[in-house]
């Protein structure tokens, strides 16, 4: 069995001041780091619909508005040895169209070129979903793919 289509063309992450957050076109990632020998119960991680607060051992680390609306009860986060926080977070609109630009309201903005990779790759990801059996993983895209590419779902087979 083939991996799937974002673990084979890799990722393109934002960076922040306390980590990076990427997407697919069904999730959106957050990776937190955090001191070393954190334990689980030193994290507080409150995941809404619209609405994210992550603080450790006391101090706020992430804390705001999400750019769209997430699943609620859908979001999980997770501490990897101790050091990382993981966050995963289901998108409620999950079409290529609907690439986030930034992780919170005003804040954590992905850099137009790093936008522009988001929504090529998600774009690609919209491809392979679409026509299974192909492989997109070293496709390259340019033309109109802003917004989710061009629609071919009017097309007949």
């Not at 697919?24 to 809404?48: M, S, W, Y």
Request: contains cysteine.
């Amino acid at each position: 069995m083939s991996a799937p289509f974002e673990e084979r063309s890799g990722v393109v992450p934002c960076g922040t001041p306390w980590g990076r957050w990427y997407q697919t076109l069904e999730e959106v990632f957050i990776e937190v780091h955090v001191p070393p020998g954190t334990r689980a119960k030193d994290v507080c991680c409150n995941l809404q619909s619209r609405h994210i607060a992550l603080s450790v051992r006391g101090q706020d680390v992430l804390q705001g508005k999400l750019f769209d609306s997430t699943v609620t009860g859908e979001g999980t986060w997770t501490l990897e040895d101790r050091k990382l926080i993981q966050i995963v977070l289901m998108k409620t609109n999950r079409d290529a169209g609907n690439c986030w630009t930034s992780l919170l309201e005003n804040e954590y903005a992905a850099d137009p070129w790093v936008q522009d990779q988001m929504q090529r790759k998600l774009t690609l990801e919209r491809f392979q979903k679409e026509n299974p059996g192909f492989d997109f993983s070293g496709a390259e895209i340019s033309g109109n793919y802003s917004k989710g590419g061009p629609d071919f779902s009017s097309l007949e087979k």
